[in-house]
């Protein structure tokens, strides 16, 4: 419904009275300086929005539907490889 409109997410969640802070799901480094940085909004509601696509890193896989918590099938050799 919402897939990956980030900012249509973040205006939402602000106009709730949330200090929003967007982030690369995939990246340790960013979640970690959203963590920071939503830390340091004392008495402020934050959300943190962390942009993810399912099966990231799999070709043929990545960001498709109905993949998502299901076995791979034939497609298990190549997602492993």
Known sequence: MFHHH????????EAFGFNTIVSDGHSVEEIVIAFEIAASFKGYLTAIVA??????GIPG?????????????????????
């Open 51 to 56: 942009n993810t696509y399912k099966g990231k």
């Open 61 to 81: 896989i990545e960001d498709q539907e109905n993949w998502h918590g299901k076995p791979l099938g034939d497609k298990a050799d190549a997602a492993i490889s």
């Open 6 to 13: 980030m900012e249509m997410n973040q205006n939402r969640l």
